[in-house]
T-cell receptor
Framework: DAKTTQPPSMDCAEGRAANLPCNHSTISGNEYVYWYRQIHSQGPQYIIHGLKNNETNEMASLIITEDRKSSTLILPHATLRDTAVYYCIVRVRGTGNQFYFGTGTSLTVIP | DAGITQSPRHKVTETGTPVTLRCHQTENHRYMYWYRQDPGHGLRLIHYSYGVKDTDKGEVSDGYSVSRSKTEDFLLTLESATSSQTSVYFC???????????FGPGTRLTVT
């Protein structure tokens, strides 16, 4: 199973870019990297996902290294509402489509 | 936001009693999931469904059963609740096995 490693916590100044790293050194060739976030007491919110190319949407950008062993989620202009726990997830190979949610990175955006 | 509701949103029950949590979706998605979230463990998959009457076990399925008699509803049952099942339970849906999952608001269950 491809699992992920993230720093437990990070701070970011409001208005600056937040760069959240994730290591997934055992990822398989056809496994996608997904990012979710969870604001206190709410259900997780989907942010973005990718396979090997960089991706961008209205919320964030996802940068995946060429060897696919790590990735970075970028929130270009962090706001106080971006304070949340961010989860980097890789799909687990096998029957069905289990996601492995680790403990994530707690991002605090500071005014 | 994806049309996902969970009921009840909060429940307190006693050890040994049966409990059923309901997840309802209006998106007509094929896949539905039940997760639990506990401090220090992130979210862990309990069971999932890939169609009506088609279900499979997840990472922490012991003590739980599920049923899906129609596309829009996925039920999670604790046959005999234990204190270790005190948790926040999230339902999720996705259109297919490779697509992103959308989560419901959660049910906070306390077993005393």
């Amino acid at each position: 199973d491809a699992k992920t490693t993230q720093p437990p916590s990070m701070d970011c100044a409001e208005g600056r870019a937040a760069n959240l790293p994730c290591n997934h050194s055992t990822i398989s060739g056809n496994e996608y990297v997904y990012w979710y976030r969870q604001i206190h007491s709410q259900g997780p919110q989907y942010i973005i996902h990718g396979l090997k190319n960089n991706e961008t949407n209205e919320m964030a950008s996802l940068i995946i290294t060429e060897d696919r062993k790590s990735s970075t989620l970028i929130l270009p202009h962090a706001t106080l509402r971006d304070t949340a726990v961010y989860y980097c997830i890789v799909r687990v190979r096998g029957t069905g489509n289990q996601f492995y949610f680790g403990t994530g990175t707690s991002l605090t955006v500071i005014p | 936001d994806a049309g996902i509701t969970q009921s009840p949103r909060h429940k307190v029950t006693e050890t040994g009693t049966p409990v059923t949590l309901r997840c309802h979706q209006t998106e007509n998605h094929r896949y539905m999931y039940w997760y639990r979230q506990d401090p220090g463990h992130g979210l862990r998959l309990i069971h999932y469904s890939y169609g009506v009457k088609d279900t499979d076990k997840g990472e922490v399925s012991d003590g739980y059963s599920v049923s899906r008699s129609k596309t829009e509803d996925f039920l999670l049952t604790l046959e005999s609740a234990t204190s270790s099942q005190t948790s926040v339970y999230f339902c999720a849906i996705s259109a297919d096995r490779l697509r992103e999952q959308y989560f419901g608001p959660g049910t906070r269950l306390t077993v005393t």
